[in-house]
């Protein structure tokens, strides 16, 4: 794997933390603290310009009320398909 690809991954990560945490109104240091971490931290993560533990990771998800995979998924989300159903 590239630098280049884990910046990418890091970048994507730090955004979805950042539109978690701002959906929830909750500060850097507020995250923080319900995490155990810095909001120093918080914020150097959400820029991505600090990676952060899987440990940690789950601390956040948790003080944030989201599963793991809401954080980590990097796939490019796609609009469900409506499902086709035939009129009577």
């Known amino acids: 794997m590239s630098e280049r690809a884990v910046k990418h991954v890091r970048r ?10 701002t959906q929830r109104r909750l500060s850097q240091e507020r995250l923080g603290e319900r995490s155990g971490l ?5 914020g ?4 991505g310009e600090k990676s952060i533990s899987l440990d940690s990771l789950y601390r ?5 009320k989201v599963p793991l995979r ?3 998924d990097v796939r490019e989300k796609r ?9 009577p």
């Open 12 to 21: 994507f990560l730090g955004q979805r933390l950042r539109a978690l945490r």
């Open 60 to 64: 956040v998800a948790v003080a944030l």
């Open 44 to 47: 150097e993560v959400e820029r």
């Open 79 to 87: 609009p469900r398909r409506a499902s086709r159903r035939s009129s």
């Open 38 to 42: 810095s909001g120093k931290f918080i």
């Open 70 to 72: 809401d954080l980590t």
